[in-house]
């Protein structure tokens, strides 16, 4: 059956042998999709022009690929989220969570887990640090990303002279879970720039926000790199721009052009930053002036940073992410060769030239290894009562919006799933061979009905497999919010 007659059918799963894909179509949306295990995420959009496959990882380093300093930017930030991972690699305990596993399956085994451990994980503190020369503004930008006035209790100190000698803690006042550290400059005889970073003990920061009045010096740039080089994102902050436009203004009022002004400055520093080597600006430059905390780029400093205070969240369900998928590969891999005895009886009922007496018993094992699959993979009735109330939707919602086990014809109907993987690997003379050509007909047909069936457990498993990682990945969205320090 060709491709086009099989789109005809108002819901259709195909299987590609060799990558292991598998399709999904409704034809009521007129979309594609894919749910798929190794990361790469598909849709396939049917048209008036015919199939239009998109592929969004793809398409992103597509993007890349035509750009070398855009390479550059994605292979560094790609590191920074590496190394994040890693960072807090140490906050999953692989022991324990493959103990809820082995206990109580994949996806009830990380419910428990998750359960058991995402207070532990609330109490891990998110650490900034903000740090720059003298006078550049770094106490005052701290005063104002959290709403104080410096003469505010608890506002940290500001002044003409360099008010920080030593390293300040300061919290977030949304958050007793993020802390701003406002560190001494660097160069001085007290902090010498060979050893500041382990002075800092700069291994200890998520984010390191780097200050300045003016143009980026040396010592501005160094840190930045030492930073970038360890992982960590790093935040450019010009302050004190409302100076800067007065004493323009002041110098050439007849032509003045706030924006021009402040882009001028921008791209200079840019330039500046790129001449000196650094090719990653990490999170970018902001344009602020501390007194003035609803103008130039401080709310969109603020929206970032808030942002970046995810970054733990984030980084634990992502490594979350990855040992699971690798569990529910191997669980999809291993169920696959299974059912060694349900192959062998098809065999059986192969040969034997009664008809519809094969396809009569086939449909009815490949119907038990459908309820098999269900409970193995966390979709039966019963595991999905438990996920619903994790996930806070009904069975029926997950059913009829989220799993393709209860949304693709073939899987609710296995009678077609059978039919159809046969009509699809053998021709009619295979098919029905044993009506046709007594004995070599039968032996033929007999070798044809195990592939049959392995090729439906294969799409079963397949497509229940991506069922159980989207839950898995549904589950990991609701911890993520969990942890986000702010809202």
Excluded at 96 to 110: P, Q, R
Excluded at 160 to 175: D, G, M, V
Excluded at 441 to 446: E, F, P, R
């Amino acid at each position: 059956m060709d491709l086009a007659k099989r789109m005809e059918e108002d819901v259709f799963a195909m299987k590609t042998l060799e990558d292991d894909v598998y399709f999904s179509q409704n034809m009521d949306s007129g979309v594609f999709s894919i749910k798929h295990l190794d990361d790469d995420v598909f849709s396939i959009e049917s048209g008036a022009d015919g199939i239009i496959f998109h592929n969004d990882f793809s398409a992103d380093q597509a993007d890349n690929d035509d750009d070398d300093d855009d390479k550059i930017k994605q292979d560094l930030k790609l590191k920074r989220q590496s190394s994040t991972y890693e960072d807090v690699r140490s906050f999953v305990q692989e022991d324990k969570l493959s103990k809820e596993i082995e206990d109580a399956g994949t996806l009830h085994g990380l419910n428990n887990y998750i359960n058991n451990t995402v207070e532990w994980w609330k109490s891990k503190k998110i650490n900034v640090a903000v740090t720059g020369n003298s006078g550049s503004g770094k106490s005052s930008l701290i005063n104002a990303i959290r709403g104080l006035k410096p003469k505010c209790c608890g506002a940290a100190p500001v002044g003409i002279r360099e008010t920080t000698t030593e390293i300040q803690k300061y919290e977030f006042p949304e958050s007793d879970k993020v802390v701003l550290w406002d560190l001494p400059g660097m160069g001085t005889e007290k902090f010498k720039q060979e050893t500041y970073t382990d002075d800092m003990g700069f291994y200890k920061f998520d984010i390191v926000v780097v200050v300045t009045a003016n143009r980026f010096l040396e010592n501005d740039i160094w840190l930045a790199e030492q930073a970038l080089g360890h992982g960590k994102n790093v935040m450019f902050v010009r302050t004190k721009l409302d100076s800067d436009l007065a004493n323009a203004k002041r110098d050439d009022p007849d032509n003045f052009d706030e924006i021009k002004c402040i882009e001028t400055i921008r791209r200079d520093i840019e330039d500046h930053i790129s001449n000196r080597g650094v090719a990653d600006l990490s999170e970018g430059i902001y344009m602020i002036s501390s007194p003035d905390r609803g103008k130039y780029d401080f709310p969109v400093l603020v929206k970032k940073l808030k942002g970046l205070l995810n970054i733990k969240g984030v980084a634990i369900c992502r490594v979350l992410q990855q040992l699971l998928e690798k569990e529910i590969k191997a669980k999809r891999d291993a169920a696959k060769r299974e059912f060694t005895s349900r192959k062998v009886a098809s065999a059986l009922y192969g040969f034997l030239p009664v008809p519809k007496l094969e396809t009569a018993l086939n449909k009815h094992a490949v119907a038990k290894i459908r309820e098999i699959c269900l409970e193995k993979f966390s979709l039966d009735d019963d595991s999905l009562a438990k996920v619903s109330k994790e996930l806070d939707l009904s069975v029926d919602t997950l059913k009829t919006y989220h799993l393709s086990a209860f949304n693709t014809e073939q899987l609710n109907h296995v009678e077609k799933l059978y039919c159809q993987t046969e009509e699809y690997r053998f021709n009619t003379f295979r098919r029905y061979s044993k009506y046709f050509v007594p004995i070599v007909g039968s032996i033929l047909s007999a070798c044809k009905a195990p592939h049959t069936i392995q090729d439906c457990v294969d799409i079963i498993c397949s497509i229940m497999a991506e069922d159980e990682y989207y839950l898995v990945q549904l589950r990991l969205e609701k911890l993520e919010k969990q942890l986000r320090p702010l809202t």
